[in-house]
């Protein structure tokens, strides 16, 4: 079975801080996709990255930075600089295939509330 | 382009009661999903539609869950009769598929529809 554990609930820091959020994996498929999408509180959940578990590059996007490493089945995500504008849920997701452009059954973590304050 | 809609934003009803949630998505989106959101907790998948067919329900309560994709196009989740840890948001999602080399495997979701069940 899936399993995605997002262990800090909540997390509250000063704008232009940097902020880690942890999540860890677990799942006995060999090919494996995983998300990270952001939910505002006007609550529709927006993509942020996938990635495969073939492919073990760190990635980085503006001020968002994903670091995966499949050794300790972590795939954790550093906002640098944050600002109030961050402030979401932030939520880890697993998916064990990506069928024609389709990814099959999400399983998400239980998120972490980032509250960015000035 | 316009994103996922759902509608009612709001639905608050007595236990035993019925209710239904709509979701029209993206125009030319393939795949719909719905997903159960309760509070405190990340999204758990209750059906993916193809078209108009069910790719996965195995997750959805059917003595009182159902859901329909008729025409393939926009869907409708209907619980009758109501319990009180029904209560949740229930977003609906949609993504492309067979998209060649662009294959994200991203969903688009929508705003979601928030129910308390008294």
């Known amino acids: 079975a899936q399993k995605v554990t997002q262990a800090q609930t909540e997390i509250s820091v000063v704008e232009k801080e940097d902020v880690t959020l942890d999540c860890v994996y677990e799942t006995r498929d060999t090919t494996y996709y995983l998300f990270w999408y952001k939910q505002p509180p006007s609550g529709e959940l927006v993509f942020l990255i996938r990635?495969?578990?073939?492919?073990?590059q760190n990635e980085i996007s503006g001020r968002y930075s994903w670091n995966f490493q499949k050794s300790t089945s972590s795939f954790n995500f550093t906002i640098t600089a944050s600002q109030v504008v961050d402030s979401a849920v932030y939520f880890c997701?697993?998916?064990?295939?990506?069928?024609?452009?389709?990814?099959?059954?999400?399983?998400f973590g239980t998120g972490t509330r980032l509250q960015v304050t000035l | 382009e316009a994103g996922v809609a759902q509608s009612p934003r709001y639905k608050i009803i007595e236990k035993r009661q019925s209710v239904a949630f709509w979701c029209n998505p993206i125009s030319g989106h393939a795949t719909l999903y719905w997903y159960q959101q309760i509070l405190g907790q990340g999204p758990k998948l209750l059906i993916q539609?193809?078209?108009?067919?069910?790719?996965?329900d195995s997750q959805l309560p059917k003595d009182r869950f159902s859901a329909e994709r008729l025409k393939g196009v926009d869907s409708t989740l209907k619980i009758q009769p109501a319990k009180l840890e029904d209560s949740a948001v229930y977003l609906c999602?949609?993504?492309?598929?067979?998209?060649?080399?662009?294959?994200?495997?991203?969903?688009?979701f929508g705003e979601g529809s928030r129910l308390t069940v008294l």
């Open positions: 990635r495969n578990s073939f492919d073990e």
């Open positions: 999602a949609s993504s492309l598929r067979g998209q060649g080399a662009r294959v994200t495997g991203e969903l688009f």
């Open positions: 539609f193809q078209n108009n067919g069910v790719v996965d």
């Open positions: 997701a697993l998916s064990e295939a990506i069928l024609g452009g389709t990814a099959s059954k999400l399983t």
